[in-house]
């Protein structure tokens, strides 16, 4: 197993989002680790995910943009971090099919502009001291979707071909080579990370599982795609965090890790549909109010979305085996705690709508 690496000093981007906002928590609750939140702020990155953190002396939050690269490299001069973990990003694949600039201007260029800066300030750092400069480190946050559409039964490995669908998926894709670029191109120490799809407290709610939720509690109609049996890896975002950090403390410079909920060899290997996801919040809503109708009732098949992936699945054993990473919260359980979850935090759901 690689050694551990001390965390320091760890620049986050995109820390207001969904998964940003967990890891800053997961970071905090180490001793000695100082955190920079560098958030732009956009519909999904909401300051009433952090706000709490601002008690915290170890906690800094910087309002910022990942493409504008002299606000960034202001901020990583300044604060002078041994890590820097990018997850700012696009993220929603109906947002990518209408407008895919925007994709292409946060996912590629803000990736592209965090390299840069970070390229900068090693070779700043390297004149000083080599030996530190060495010990840098980014993690790249990517996505299960770079690989497309998988065969039941197959499971992405790393190194395997990419096969992106969307906008988004391919603009993460774009992004996942640049960074594999400097590495071979600048011998720039960096780690991606690949986790499969998250969900927990703090999603925005266009997002499947938050959406779902709401609307059954609310009594309204809950949108399900196409025939609804799409399959998709669920990890609870406490999971994906620790996943992320794990990568960061002891992942090896140049490699790709995946962080799924399960993996081959496993049993039992238990997939679930969008429709059996959305079916299990219906009956967790039911559970929360009393006296409350069934809301299975409340799913209705829409449309299906335009190049739609069936399946997504990888393997992440080498994250398991390397990193010494494994998921712990089963899918049921987390599914029920987050729709609790909803429905004991209605002022931050509000805050989130308003932004939407």
Sequence with gaps: MPSTRPLQRVLVTGGAGFIGSTLLRRLLARTGTRVLNYDALTYAGLI??????????????????????????????????????????????????AEPAAFVRTNVEGTATVLRVWRDYRDRVSHEDAATADSLRLVHVSTDEV???????????????????????ATKAAADHLVRSYGRTYGMPAVIVCPTNNYGPRQFPEKLIPLAT???????????????????????VEDCAAGIVAAAERGRAGETYHLSATSPGET??????????????????????????????LIERVADRPGHDRRYALDSSKARRELAWRPTRPLAEGLAETARWYAENQAWVAAAERRG
């Design 214 to 236: 709401l609307r059954a509690l609310r009594g309204e109609p809950i949108p399900l795609y196409g025939d609804g049996q799409q399959v998709r890896d669920w990890l609870h």
């Design 268 to 297: 039992p290997l238990d997939e679930w549909s969008n429709q059996r996801v959305v079916q299990a919040l219906a009956d967790a809503t039911d559970a929360l109010q009393s006296g409350a109708s069934e809301r299975r009732a």
């Design 147 to 169: 690989y497309g559409s998988l065969p039941v039964g197959e499971f992405a490995v790393e190194g395997a071909t990419y096969n992106p669908s969307s906008p988004y998926s």
């Design 48 to 97: 009433e995910s952090v706000v709490d953190l601002a008690a915290d002396p170890r906690y800094a939050f910087t309002q910022g943009d990942v493409v504008d690269a002299a606000r960034l490299a202001e901020e990583v001069a300044r604060f002078r971090p041994d890590t820097l973990i990018h997850l700012a990003a696009e993220s929603h694949v109906d947002r990518s099919i």
